[in-house]
């Protein structure tokens, strides 16, 4: 399923193939959290960007529209129009974003709705089943995503925790996947290494999951408060007990200058909402630093947000008429700033693909952080 192309030193330039196409890495999958990226983004947009992978949220989607519901409708590929790979988070995250609205036993987490309240029970099993129903290319196994400041006491219990609630998810996928009424039987599940910034812990549940020859395994539980340092340190003292020759994903993460530092360290995946989220707010991601198209410098700017850019919104559009759009806060100038976001991490990752490739990624990154730092 993966294909290791080339190495330059621990970057890495792979090829991933699945049931719903094949997936060149290093790859960043856009968010979509409700089965639609934010910014009024559609998935002919997204095919116009160079987008290789959607990411869609099990919690999500299960409070609305239903998991059934898309199941009905024939899976989430069919409901939101998108013939590639998808990969569904499991719902794990939500254990630690909606921490106030629920409760963590053995069995599962109980929630209350962020929507209406209501209760909601989900355990590895569930997660299985929601993200069964839901025909993701990639499912994750249901985890607990524990806070950066735990003590080192709760990270242990939440790491052993996670791996027998992995190994509850591994029993019921491959239950799932044999079934008559099962849209996708080849869903594919990835494991999620936890540990918080304890490098013993990290390293130790790595190998421990490694032992379940998983299609692929992801990183958790960063960049979710410790510093840029520790992640990276985490990063580098965790990978090296991962297979290398299985995909591995850094979740949530992050900035062009996050991805860039994770590629040396050998990750081949991530997701973050950052493109999309800065973007409606006005901040725009270019080879020259973050702008920020609310400033009042832009008001008789002509030129494109980047005239190093080759996506939809600068082919054509101003910086003047995309800062007047979003300051009369109408839609078109999210959807431009969003589209133009992705496209720049789209294109970047392209781009990283093409200096490993090439053994010339630690120049390409030199100069592309500088060209970061250097402003306009």
């Known amino acids: 399923m993966f294909k290791l192309l080339n190495k330059d030193g621990n970057a890495r330039r792979g090829r991933f193939e699945t049931v719903h196409g094949t997936i060149e890495t290093p790859v960043f999958m856009n968010v979509g959290t409700a089965a639609a990226i934010k910014g009024a983004v559609s998935t002919m947009d997204l095919q116009n960007i160079k987008t290789q992978v959607q990411l869609s949220n099990t919690y999500h989607l299960h409070v609305r529209p239903g998991d059934e519901v898309v199941k009905k409708l024939g899976g989430l590929h069919k409901f939101m129009v998108w013939d590639k790979p998808i990969l569904t988070?499991?719902?794990?995250?939500?254990?630690?974003?909606?921490?106030?609205?629920?409760?963590?036993?053995?069995?599962?987490?109980?929630?209350?709705?962020?929507?209406?309240?209501?209760?909601?029970?989900?355990?590895?099993?569930?997660?299985?089943?929601?993200?069964?129903?839901?025909?993701?290319?990639?499912?994750?196994?249901f985890d607990e995503c524990a806070p950066a400041d735990s003590s080192r006491e709760y990270i242990r219990q939440s790491v052993d925790r996670t791996t027998r609630w992995l190994e509850r998810c591994i029993v019921k996928l491959d239950e799932l996947n044999k079934r008559e009424d099962t849209i996708n039987k080849h869903q594919m599940l990835f494991g999620i290494n936890q540990g918080?910034?304890?490098?013993?812990?990290?390293?130790?549940?790595?190998?421990t999951i490694s032992e379940f020859d998983l299609p692929g395994y992801a990183i958790g539980g960063l960049a979710v408060g410790e510093t840029h340092e520790q992640m990276y340190y985490i990063l580098e003292e965790t990978l090296p007990y991962l297979p290398s020759d299985k995909p591995r994903y850094l979740m949530g993460v992050g900035t062009p200058e996050n991805i860039l530092e994770a590629v040396d360290r050998g990750v081949d995946f991530f997701d973050c909402v950052y493109p999309s989220r800065n973007g409606r707010h006005g901040h725009a991601y270019t080879n020259h630093g973050k702008m920020n198209l609310l400033n009042a410098k832009y008001e008789l700017d002509t030129r494109p947000i980047d005239e190093t850019c080759d996506c939809p919104t600068c082919k054509q559009y101003s910086r003047a008429y995309i800062r007047h759009l979003l300051k009369a806060k109408e839609m078109l100038g999210s959807r431009l700033m969003v589209i133009h976001n992705l496209y720049f991490y789209n294109n970047m990752m392209e781009e990283i693909r093409h200096a490993i490739e090439n053994n010339n990624f630690s120049e390409y990154k030199r100069k592309k952080l500088e060209g970061f730092k250097a402003g306009e």
């Open 89 to 141: 988070d499991s719902g794990g995250f939500q254990v630690f974003s909606l921490a106030k609205l629920r409760q963590i036993k053995e069995e599962g987490v109980h929630f209350n709705s962020h929507v209406d309240g209501r209760k909601i029970f989900m355990g590895p099993e569930e997660s299985m089943q929601i993200q069964s129903n839901l025909a993701s290319t990639i499912a994750m196994a």
């Open 196 to 207: 918080g910034i304890y490098k013993d812990i990290r390293i130790e549940h790595a190998k």
